[in-house]
């Protein structure tokens, strides 16, 4: 079973930056999707960022040109660099993997942006 670590999370102002790290399996990594979701209070959760095994990314238009999907095959570590973050932006956000038969999920990070 392959193990979602994440890490990163914390309280910033608007406008500030967080780095939030997800350790897995390099055999997940290598096959899988890969993605970053969040759910805030009274929502459901939304898939805001993902990137496939070539490197291809795709960004919720809510987070487009201030986040950043990235990987590391080195370290088996997928990234997500938020920049330029708002109060909407306040969620706990999860690491997932999937392919067409399988979902894996982390534990989740909490994102709170409050001046």
């Known amino acids: 079973q392959v193990q979602l670590v994440e890490s990163g999370g914390g309280l910033v102002a608007p406008g500030g930056s967080l780095r939030l790290s997800c350790a897995t399996s390099?055999?997940?990594?290598?096959?899988?999707?890969m993605g970053w979701y969040r759910q805030a209070p009274g929502k459901q959760r939304e898939l805001v960022s993902s990137i496939t095994p070539g490197g291809s990314t795709w960004n919720a238009d809510s987070v487009k040109g201030r986040f950043t999907i990235s990987k590391d095959a080195a370290k088996n570590t997928l990234y997500l660099q938020m920049n330029s973050l708002k109060f909407e932006d306040t969620a706990v956000y999860y690491c997932?993997?999937?392919?067409?038969?399988?979902?894996?999920w982390g534990q989740g990070t909490q994102v709170t942006v409050s001046s």
């Open positions: 390099r055999i997940f990594f290598s096959i899988y999707d």
């Open positions: 997932s993997v999937w392919n067409y038969e399988n979902t894996y």
